[in-house]
């Protein structure tokens, strides 16, 4: 399974789509790509055109995103005691704990902001 956070999403259907191409094949090779909760939330409250809005309810329905639950939130407190700098970085530590929690990989452009993250793999489309 691979968690998607929200910089992927917003590559891959806001904009020029540069991560388009890669999402698609990712899912044609028969991954399961979801998103969380907390990343819907991100993306949600972006400027975001209709068609993209579309776009992700086509691709990720909002109501089977993964939720930020307890055992999520515990796993977000930890890692905000574990890693350097953590303040500033609850919203990353929460989209990582979704991913810790459901044994997912985490496809981010944003490596340095998860690369220090005990527990989590991260996903690199081939």
């Not at 910089?7 to 904009?15: D, P």
């Not at 810790?100 to 991260?122: H, S």
């Amino acid at each position: 399974m691979i968690l998607l956070d929200t910089s992927v999403l917003i590559a891959a259907l806001a904009g020029p789509r540069r991560s388009a191409r890669a999402l698609r094949r990712a899912i044609e090779q028969g991954e399961r790509v979801v998103l969380a909760t907390i990343v819907l939330y991100e993306w949600l409250r972006g400027p975001r055109r209709r068609e993209e809005l579309a776009a992700q309810e086509a691709l990720f329905p909002r109501a089977s995103a993964i939720a930020f639950g307890p055992a999520e939130a515990a796993t977000a407190a930890g890692l905000h005691g574990a890693v350097s700098g953590a303040r500033g970085r609850e919203i990353d530590l929460a989209i990582a704990a979704c991913a810790i929690c459901r044994d997912a990989r985490l496809w981010t452009l944003n490596v340095r902001d998860f690369d220090d993250v005990p527990g989590l793999e991260l996903f690199t489309p081939a």
